[in-house]
């Protein structure tokens, strides 16, 4: 995905209150910018271009360093992320013992895409490449919680029952 591609969101006033608040709060600080976008990530869900902007400017550093650190870890994401982040392992372990099955369920579920997050802000899908309990496969996860050995049939309740 080009960042053209990328939809706009607009931020809320107490978002980017919060945003300059945590952007404050670490200046100056050695190694500034990871805890920075980890707390803006944890904060709104997500770390747009404008923001990366912002990060890039207050830090004086080139923009291209923040996106190359967004882009690269996948705890950050440049889209809102759902509520219930589900991630999916497609390790060569999970893929063996299904874990496609288990991504095709899902997106046919939510009727989103990996990388997607649903309209209503509820969901939003990942992959994995191993998420390293490969002796359980196939694995996802549902925000900070694992589900190991999931059996496809099954995964839809299982992420339903999260709400609980
Ligand atoms: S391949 Fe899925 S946990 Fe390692």
Known sequence: ??????????????????????IKKYKGKKGA????????????SFIPIE?????AKTLDIPEKDVYGV?????FFSMVPRGKYNIRV???????VKGSKRILDKLVKEFGIEPGQTT?????SLQINRCLGTCGLAPVIVVNDRFYQK?????????????KK
Do not use: W
Not at 1 to 22: H, S, W
Not at 51 to 55: D, G, I, M, P, S
Not at 119 to 123: L, P
């Open 51 to 55: 923001v990366q902007r912002k990060v």
């Open 89 to 95: 392992c497609l390790g060569t372990a999970c893929f």
């Open 70 to 74: 967004v882009t690269f870890y996948s």
């Open 33 to 44: 910018l990871i805890p920075i976008l980890q707390k803006i990530q944890e904060h709104i």
């Open 119 to 123: 309209a209503d802000r509820k969901y």
């Open 150 to 162: 999931v059996n496809p049939e099954k995964v839809i309740d299982i992420v339903y029952s999260c």
């Open 1 to 22: 995905m080009r960042i053209t591609d990328l939809p706009k969101y607009k931020l809320k006033p107490q978002e980017l209150k919060r945003i300059d608040e945590i």
